[in-house]
């Protein structure tokens, strides 16, 4: 394992069900189809639960009760699209180390910074050495007001991020506020949706909000970040450090979480999961592709 130390200054995806093959004739019953969704469950605290067992899991999409065959933590690797809106403050430098330091072994990254339009500073890639330049980078570079096009990002990032054998993950660190853009909430949660990428936000306590081009990104961030199964976080101060990697823990601890649709029903758009052990959060997506 080879780890990079970098000075302080720096700083439940589901996938599409595969069709069991059914009989030729047109009377032939509807064969189960088995799907896989990634998700996450945490005590109260934050601390991820590692134990837990298909029995231990429930089930329901589109309202109806599925058959638990496999829960296991995952080993599927990530796909890692950082977006990084500091108004040029560099604020956000250490967390995004801290995340890069505990992902390195399971995760290639890209990184996008946005202060007006979003500038791309690398591409995905697992090479520590240009993703620690692209880091670099991302330090105090001329603050502005000026809300960037966070959405045009993110819609971008749910397209370009899925890739066969990975997981899509999105990580949004923002200080709020958003430039005026023609793309729409509706049409990024439903790439997201569409893509099975998992979507983190972190922002300040009190700086999102607003109206217009602000209540999409809004949108977005909060119901866009439950409904895939991720989920956003407010900090203040130097809570944001430890946020960070809580929500690495949590990706390095996701269950892969296999079921069976109920014979003859059809994949909804609406998955339940939750877990049988008391006092434990599950974070899984909400919407998922059919």
């Known amino acids: 394992m080879r780890t990079i130390l970098i000075p302080a200054l720096l700083g439940c995806l589901s996938l599409p069900g595969v069709p069991t093959a059914v009989g030729a004739g047109p009377t032939a019953p509807q064969a189960p189809q088995k799907r896989t969704v990634y998700v996450s469950v945490t005590q109260k605290e934050g601390a991820p639960v590692t134990d837990l067992t298909a029995a231990d899991f429930d089930v329901k999409e589109g309202g109806k009760a599925c058959e638990v065959v496999g829960a296991e933590l995952t080993k599927t690797p ?5 977006i990084v809106a500091d108004g040029g403050t560099g604020g956000f430098q250490y967390p995004l180390v801290t995340m890069v ?11 996008v910074s946005v202060i007006i339009q979003p500038e791309t500073l690398v591409e995905f ?20 007001k000026e809300g960037g096009q966070v959405l045009d990002a ?9 890739k066969e054998g990975k997981r899509p993950v999105i990580v949004v660190m923002t200080v709020g506020g958003s430039a005026s853009s ?17 979507l983190y936000v972190m922002s300040p306590v009190g700086n999102i909000g607003g109206s217009g081009a602000n209540t999409h ?48 029903t059809k994949p909804g758009d609406r998955l339940e999961v939750a877990t049988k ?14």
């Open 78 to 82: 990530m796909r890692l699209a950082f």
């Open 101 to 111: 330091q505990q992902l390195q072994d399971v995760a290639e990254f890209s990184v």
């Open 125 to 144: 890639t697992t090479d520590l050495d240009k993703v620690v330049a692209a880091l670099k980078r991302l330090g105090a570079r001329g603050k502005t």
């Open 154 to 162: 993110i819609d971008s990032a749910a397209k370009n991020t899925p």
């Open 182 to 198: 023609d793309v729409r909430a509706p049409d990024v949660r439903e790439a997201l949706r569409k893509s099975n990428t998992q």
């Open 217 to 264: 990104l809004d949108i977005v961030l909060n119901d866009g970040s439950r409904d895939t199964g991720g989920r956003h976080e407010r900090f203040s101060g130097q809570t944001m450090n430890k946020i960070a990697e809580q929500i690495s823990q949590e990706l390095l601890n996701q269950y892969q979480l296999t079921y069976m649709l109920t014979d003859g």
């Open 277 to 290: 052990r008391k006092g434990l959060k599950v974070n899984a997506p909400t919407r998922i592709a059919n």
